[in-house]
Structure formats: C-alpha cells, structure tokens
Nanobody, 121 residues
Framework: QVQLVESGGGLVQAGGSLRLSCATS????????QGWFRQAPGKEREFVAA?????YYADSVKGRFTISRDNAINTVYLQMNSLKPEDTAVYYC?????????????????WGQGTQVTVSS
C-alpha cells in the first residue's frame, strides 16, 4: 500500500521559512518523480515543484523554494524561503513513476493528505 505523509506545515510570518517533508512508503522511491502542489482557499490545486533527475518550479516560487529528495530515507522536501501571504495553502506531495517532469495534477498517481501552510502579513 502506497502512503505519502506530509509534515512541516504551520504558521509563519511573511519573509520567514518552512521546510516541508513527505515520507513515502510502498513504492520504489528512487524510481518515481516526486511533486509538490498546493491549493489555496477557493482556488484550484496548482503545481509548485517537481524532481526526478532534474528539478522544475512554478514561476511563482522560482528562486524562493527548493525541492530535494533523499532516496536513502524515501523522503522529498520542499524548502520554502521568503514566504509571502499568497503562499498560504494546503500543500500536497505526489508521486508518479519516473518519466519527464510532470506539472499537471492528473499526471500523478499517488497523493498525500496535505499539510497547511499559513503565511501572515
């Protein structure tokens, strides 16, 4: 059974930092592309970042967020710096067997339950 469990969300002031983690089990982690998405209240879920052999970012987070992975412990991270109120959302990690970088929600097979990130102004 595949499980993705996010952690690290919370409340932070604008300009602050958070690091999200996504612990994965039940799949061959190194063989999967990992992605982060987010959904703000009243909005659709949107792509944030993805990693396989390379990394790829949404324009809105480029230069502020960094995605990384540790294949030894089956965990993907999202380091978020210079946070803005508009980054407030529920953040989800997702996984799909490796291919090219995937940035569309429907391209991912497995999802976590999400972790709330709130950035106050």
């Amino acid at each position: 059974q595949v499980q993705l469990v996010e952690s690290g969300g919370g409340l932070v002031q604008a300009g602050g930092s958070l690091r999200l983690s996504c612990a994965t089990s039940g799949l061959t982690f190194s063989a999967y592309t990992q992605g982060w998405f987010r959904q703000a209240p009243g909005k659709e879920r949107e792509f944030v970042a993805a990693i396989n052999w390379n990394t790829y970012y949404a324009d809105s987070v480029k230069g502020r967020f960094t995605i990384s992975r540790d294949n030894a412990i089956n965990t993907v991270y999202l380091q978020m710096n210079s946070l803005k109120p508009e980054d407030t959302a529920v953040y989800y990690c997702a996984a799909v067997p490796r291919g090219g970088i995937r940035s569309r929600e429907y391209e991912y097979d497995y999802w976590g339950q999400g972790t709330q990130v709130t950035v106050s102004s």
